[in-house]
Structures are given as structure tokens and as C-alpha cells.
């Protein structure tokens, strides 16, 4: 997935900020956007760490990141 789609996914997740739409990469991550704090929140399945981001530019840096160590078959 490249970073433009991925800006684009995260642009649609403010676009709809009154539904709950969560992206889950089973057993790795999962994204939502948060209305009340106006920040994407991705959890790492693996441990449970959550991280925070306040911006489409950063969050779409480091979702790019996350998704380019997932060795593809």
C-alpha cells in the first residue's frame, strides 16, 4: 500500500468521523479514529501497544512503516 492510499484511508476515517469504521490487519494492527480526541489510534495486536496520532502526514508515515515489514509471500 502506498503512502497516498494511505492518506487517503486515513482522510475518509475524519470524512466519517460519526460511524465507527475500524481497519484490522488480523493479529497485527488495528486503526480508528478517535472524534473526541481527534487522533488516530493503531494498536499492535501483537503486544497491545497503542499508539497515538494527531495528523493525517504522521500517522500515514508511520502506518506506511508498520506495513512495509509485512513480508509478503
Do not use: W
Not at 460519526?18 to 488480523?26: A, D, G, V, Y
Not at 472524534?35 to 503486544?47: A, D, H, W, Y
Not at 497503542?50 to 508498520?66: E, G, K
Amino acid at each position: 500500500m502506498s503512502i497516498d492510499e494511505i492518506k487517503k484511508m486515513l482522510r475518509i476515517l475524519i470524512e466519517y468521523e460519526n460511524s465507527k469504521i475500524i481497519h484490522t490487519i488480523p493479529g497485527f494492527i488495528r486503526l480508528i479514529y478517535c472524534k473526541e480526541s481527534r487522533c488516530f489510534q493503531v494498536t499492535t495486536l501483537i503486544n497491545g501497544e497503542i499508539s497515538f496520532y494527531y495528523d493525517v502526514d504522521t500517522a500515514s508515515q508511520a502506518l506506511y512503516t508498520i506495513l512495509s515489514t509485512i513480508k509478503r509471500d
